[in-house]
């Protein structure tokens, strides 16, 4: 995962595949992820800041790749 919050002028370069094999791990949580997906965009509406964005175990928010 690439990581690189309140950054700017990022650049990847270079030859190569950037694979974070979703389909082999994350893709099992689709079924799981409506409820969090719901909440965090609610969150996020009520400007609720992202450090108060909480979640882990038991919750199933993909992250992102990049």
Do not use: C
Request: glycine fraction near 16%.
């Amino acid at each position: 995962m690439i990581y690189a919050y309140g950054l700017s002028n990022i650049v990847i370069t270079g030859e190569g595949t950037i694979d974070g094999s979703g389909k082999a791990g994350f893709a099992n949580w689709k079924k799981f992820q409506s409820e969090d997906q719901t909440l965090i965009r609610k969150m996020g509406g009520n400007g609720v800041p992202i450090n108060e964005r909480i979640f882990g175990k038991g919750h199933y928010l993909r992250p992102s790749m990049i």
